[in-house]
């Protein structure tokens, strides 16, 4: 079965940086596109970024400039690389794919910005 699983979450200040990372399973990583969405409390899930197969990327305004997707694909593994990050930045963080009909999700990790 599909598994996503993220980690490297955490509480960083303001203009810190961290990666986090998607290991994945069950599904044809290489060829799949991967997405990295966030929600805050009280807000709607919003896309942060993804990255096809082919390594193209695309990213939300808000991230632009300070985020980087990539992948590695003999580990089947996604990350998202973050720099600058800003107290708005605070969210959890998901990862997820569409494969096989299905649309997948990860249990998440906590990115907290605060001094």
């Known amino acids: 079965q599909v598994q996503l699983v993220e980690s490297g979450g955490g509480l960083v200040q303001p203009g810190g940086s961290l990666r986090l990372s998607c290991a994945a399973s069950?599904?044809?990583?290489?060829?799949?596109?991967m997405r990295w969405f966030r929600q805050a409390p009280g807000k709607e899930r919003e896309f942060v970024a993804t990255?096809?197969?082919?390594?193209?990327?695309a990213y939300a305004d808000s991230v632009k400039g300070r985020f980087t997707v990539s992948r590695d694909n003999a580990k089947n593994t996604v990350y998202l690389h973050m720099n600058s990050l800003k107290p708005e930045d605070t969210a959890g963080y998901y990862c997820?794919?569409?494969?096989?009909?299905?649309?997948?999700w990860g249990q998440g990790t906590q990115v907290t910005v605060s001094s």
């Open positions: 997820n794919v569409r494969t096989g009909g299905g649309d997948y």
């Open positions: 069950g599904f044809t990583f290489s060829s799949s596109i």
């Open positions: 990255i096809t197969w082919s390594d193209l990327t």
